[in-house]
């Protein structure tokens, strides 16, 4: 994984959508009194992920699933600011890379969208101040509050973990689109 990619992968073949405009300045861990649909303003290409956006802002824990991984990872980071605070929990393999630094690593799963030629790492830095007893390939569950740092001179999602525990891998590694992401989603 290069760099800010780690949380801002986009599938092969796709244009990566716009970063929404707005007023970052609201308070993500507090929903109420708030409209969420003043928060996640969308476009053609984004307006599924500004309603899934929505149902995620309303969630106390926000577990990333593995039909939706890419889905969640992708709305999270479109509309960052909305979820700082947020607790997430995440389960995939440790990966780190030169300028993590010892207190961090990635957590993530292999996207694919066609064959497993083209998958890419897709997941979210991670920092804990035990990182360094975790191996690289070691699956892990992660749970923390999100919010964003540098990394490599771009800002990125960050999770702050309160717990990390180790799991055993599932039969496969890799993620997928989920094909019903559009219809399922679309105001």
């Avoid at 800010?4 to 993500?28: L, M, T, V």
């Avoid at 969630?59 to 479109?78: S, Y």
């Avoid at 991670?126 to 509050?145: F, N």
Wanted: charged share 25%.
């Amino acid at each position: 994984m290069g760099g800010a990619e780690i949380a801002n992968r986009w599938s092969a073949g796709d244009a990566a959508p716009q970063r929404p405009d707005g007023d970052a300045s609201a308070d993500a861990t507090s929903t109420e009194g708030i409209d969420p649909d003043n928060l996640f303003p969308a476009d053609e290409y984004t307006a599924a992920h500004a309603e899934y956006g929505k149902r995620l802002y309303k969630m106390e824990r926000i577990a990333v699933q593995e039909n939706l991984f890419i889905e969640t990872l992708t709305t999270l980071d479109l509309y960052r600011q909305r979820f700082v605070g947020k607790t997430v929990e995440i389960r995939g393999f440790v990966y780190r890379e030169e300028g993590m630094g010892t207190d961090r690593f990635a957590v993530g799963r292999f996207a694919m969208n066609c064959c497993s030629a083209d998958s890419m790492p897709y997941g979210l830095l991670t920092e804990w101040p035990e990182a360094s007893r975790l191996h690289p390939d070691q699956w892990v569950r992660v749970s923390g509050k999100l919010t964003t740092a540098d990394f490599n001179g771009d800002e990125v999602l960050l999770l702050q973990a309160e717990t990390v525990e180790e799991i055993e891998a599932p039969e496969s590694p890799y993620v997928y689109p989920n094909a019903g992401f559009d219809e399922d989603f679309a105001g």
